[in-house]
């Protein structure tokens, strides 16, 4: 691809490792930019090479512009990815990549003060990398259809029982669902330590039918298929709800868990 061969990914868990997976694809070069917390992690197994940029706290790592651009510059990269969360919400970071002669890959820093990073987020991955490398988008807005239903569950490391409360730890068995219409976005593998200082997502379990009520059935043989040993997950609150009639008459709002569900669950 012109104008970019290697990519410094500044983020972690399954937004680095997609965005790892796509420059495979286009023949880029990654670089992992990893916390001491995530050393072992996949992205940082997978990529082509992985630089520490400082202690688990991410205001002392994943939060620290110059610690990237250093590091950025230090391994030949050519762009830097923010993925989303973290420096993509900051204006900071491309302004930085603006100065050093870096690609940013992502909106301009005038663009993230005004919308954030929540809506270019959704458009991850190799289309963006052709973006920013001053590629043409492979698709039009008319080859774009809806077709069908999907239904995500955020299988997190938490106890639901115990009002959610993180479950960090290790992994002592991971054994991703496979099938027509299931995909399982995830960093986690057996043997995997949860680190305790981000956010508790272990993976998006995501599946796609015809329609809603085959997305569902897709979806409960997932979970149900699903098995994670040596921690605590969402997975069985995630099969409470997906058995529940009012969920599968589509008889809820955005109170239905905290005012309903919850109290059932408990139970």
Same mark, same amino acid.
């Given at each position: 691809?012109?104008? +970019? ?11 680095? %490792?997609?965005?790892? @997976?796509?420059?495979? *694809? ?12 995530? @050393? *072992?992690?996949?992205? #940082?197994?997978?990529? =082509? @090479? ?12 994943? %939060? ?7 590091d950025?510059?230090?391994?030949? #990269? ?12 900051? &204006? =900071? ?8 002669g %870096?690609?940013? +890959?992502? &909106? ?13 987020? @959704? !458009?991850?991955? !190799? ?7 001053? =590629?043409a988008?492979? $698709?039009?807005? *008319? ?10 569950c955020? /299988? ?7 009002? $959610?409360? &993180?479950?960090?730890?290790? +992994? ?15 960093h986690?593998?057996?043997?995997? $330590? ?11 379990? /995501?599946? !796609?039918?015809?329609d ?6 897709r ?7 699903? +098995?994670?040993?040596g ?5 069985? $609150? ?20 905290? =005012?309903? %569900?919850?109290?059932?669950?408990? !139970?």
């Amino acid at each position: 691809m012109k104008g +970019i061969s290697r990519v410094l990914i500044a983020n972690r868990s399954e937004i680095a %490792l997609r965005v790892i @997976r796509a420059c495979r *694809e286009m023949g880029i070069e990654s670089v992992a930019a990893v916390s001491e917390a995530d @050393r *072992e992690s996949l992205p #940082a197994k997978m990529a =082509d @090479r992985t630089v520490c940029i400082g202690p688990p706290p991410p205001t002392e790592s994943y %939060l620290k512009v110059g610690t990237i651009i250093t590091d950025a510059l230090g391994t030949g #990269a050519d762009a830097i990815h923010p993925g989303y969360g973290f420096l993509a919400e900051q &204006p =900071d970071l491309p302004e930085a990549c603006t100065e050093y002669g %870096l690609t940013f +890959i992502g &909106p301009t820093a005038d663009n993230i003060r005004k919308m954030g990073d929540k809506l270019w987020a @959704r !458009k991850m991955g !190799k289309e963006q990398l052709r973006v920013a490398a001053g =590629d043409a988008l492979s $698709f039009s807005q *008319e080859e774009v259809q809806l077709n069908g239903h999907a239904i995500e569950c955020r /299988i997190n490391a938490e106890s639901p029982k115990a009002d $959610f409360r &993180p479950c960090p730890g290790r +992994i002592t068995r991971w054994v991703p669902p496979e099938g027509p219409g299931i995909r399982v976005d995830s960093h986690c593998y057996a043997g995997y $330590f949860v680190p305790p200082y981000y956010d508790s997502l272990l993976a998006k379990l /995501i599946t !796609k039918g015809s329609d809603r009520r085959e997305a569902i059935e897709r979806m409960q043989y997932a979970l149900e298929s699903f +098995i994670v040993s040596g921690i605590d997950t969402t997975i069985p $609150f995630h099969q409470v709800i997906l058995k529940n009639p009012d969920y599968l008459d589509g008889k809820v709002n955005t109170k239905w868990v905290e =005012d309903i %569900l919850l109290e059932e669950y408990e !139970k």
